[in-house]
C-alpha cells in the first residue's frame, strides 16, 4: 500500500509532533481532536517548531509554508476516511483508547491501517477490539518526535507481514529508524528505560545523593544525554508511575514496585515540566 496521507487522532504533543514529521517528510496529513482549540493550538505548536528550524537554517520559509499546508485539522472523525493509515495518538489511557479505535474502525475502508502510539498498552489486546486486527499495529513514536530517530513498530499476534512493511516503511519516509519488537508490556525502550527511572527515585527517596548528582552520575558515567530524574520531570511521574504499575499488574514480579517516592511525589502533584515542579523547580 502507498501511503500519501496520514490520519492522526489526537493533536497534543506526541500527535503534534507526528503531524510535523508527516507533513516535513511530503505526507498529507489530517489531525483530529475533540475541541477545535486544541486542533489549532496543535498546528501552532508545529508551526512553532518549524520557526526553530528556520532560525536554525535547517528550513526556509517556503518548507515551512509547504509543511503546514498539508496538515489539516478536524474535529471530525470522518475526515479521517481520506488516510491510508491513522495513527491513534491519544492519552494513555486505555479506555479512552479503545473507546476511539472502536468508533474509528467502524468508519474506514476495510483496507486501512490503525496504529496507536501506546507506550504500554497491549497491541495484540487492541487490535482483537477492531474488525482489522492483521492491519493493526504499534507505532511508538519518542518525544520529542521532529528530533527523535526512533520508532518502535509493535506487532501484535494478528499483525500481518504485509501491515508491518508498510508500516516500516512508512517510518523511514519519515527519516526515521524504525525497530521491530514483539508485544509485551513496555515494549523494549521502556521495559528498560522507566525501570531504570523508578531505581533512580529509590535511590533518591534513600538519601544516598542529591538529585543533582543522580543525574550527573548517570550523564557523566554512562554517558547519557539527561539525567534520569530531569528525564522524568520531562516525561511527567504520573506517567513513569502509571507505566510501571502496568508492569507489576502484567508480570505480577515485584521488581517492578514502584518507588514509594514517586508515588507520593505523584500524590503531591508535583508531576514535573507540566505542572512547574517536580524533582526540579521550573
Given amino acids: 500500500m502507498t501511503i500519501q496521507t496520514v490520519g492522526i487522532i489526537g493533536a497534543g504533543t506526541m500527535g503534534n509532533g507526528i503531524a510535523q514529521a508527516c507533513a516535513v517528510s511530503g505526507l498529507n496529513v489530517v489531525m483530529v481532536d475533540i475541541a477545535e482549540a486544541a486542533v489549532q493550538k496543535g498546528i501552532a505548536t ?15 520559509e517556503a518548507d515551512k509554508a509547504a509543511a503546514l499546508a498539508r496538515i489539516k485539522g478536524s474535529t471530525s472523525y470522518d475526515d479521517l476516511k481520506a488516510a491510508q493509515i491513522v495513527i491513534e495518538a491519544a492519552t494513555e489511557n486505555e479506555a479512552l483508547k479503545v473507546k476511539i479505535l472502536k468508533q474509528v474502525d467502524d468508519l474506514l475502508a476495510p483496507e486501512v491501517i490503525l496504529a496507536s502510539n501506546t507506550s504500554s498498552i497491549s497491541i495484540t489486546q487492541l487490535a482483537a477490539i477492531t474488525n482489522r ?9 519518542f518525544n520529542p518526535v521532529p528530533m527523535m530517530a526512533l520508532v518502535e513498530i509493535i506487532r501484535g499476534l494478528q499483525t500481518s507481514d504485509a501491515t508491518h512493511a508498510s508500516v516500516k516503511a512508512l517510518a523511514e519516509k519519515l527519516g526515521k529508524t524504525p525497530i521491530t519488537v514483539k508485544n509485551a508490556p513496555g515494549f523494549v525502550v521502556n521495559r528498560i ?17 542529591t538529585a543533582e548528582d543522580i543525574d550527573a552520575g548517570m550523564k557523566l558515567g554512562c554517558n547519557q544525554p539527561i539525567g534520569p530524574l530531569a528525564l522524568a520531570d520531562m516525561v511527567g511521574l504520573d506517567v513513569c508511575l502509571a507505566v510501571m504499575e502496568v508492569y507489576l499488574t502484567q508480570f505480577g514480579d515485584s521488581k517492578y514496585r514502584p518507588s514509594p517516592l514517586l508515588k507520593e511525589m505523584v500524590a503531591a502533584g508535583r508531576l514535573g515540566r507540566k505542572t512547574g515542579r517536580g524533582v526540579y523547580q521550573y
Wanted: proline share 2%.
Fill in 46 to 60: 508545529v508551526g512553532a517548531s518549524l520557526d526553530r528550524l528556520i532560525k536554525k537554517e535547517k528550513m526556509t
Fill in 133 to 141: 486486527a492483521d492491519r493493526f499495529i504499534g507505532m511508538h513514536f
Fill in 193 to 209: 528505560l522507566v525501570p531504570m527511572i523508578n531505581e533512580a527515585f529509590f535511590v533518591l527517596g534513600e538519601g544516598l545523593a
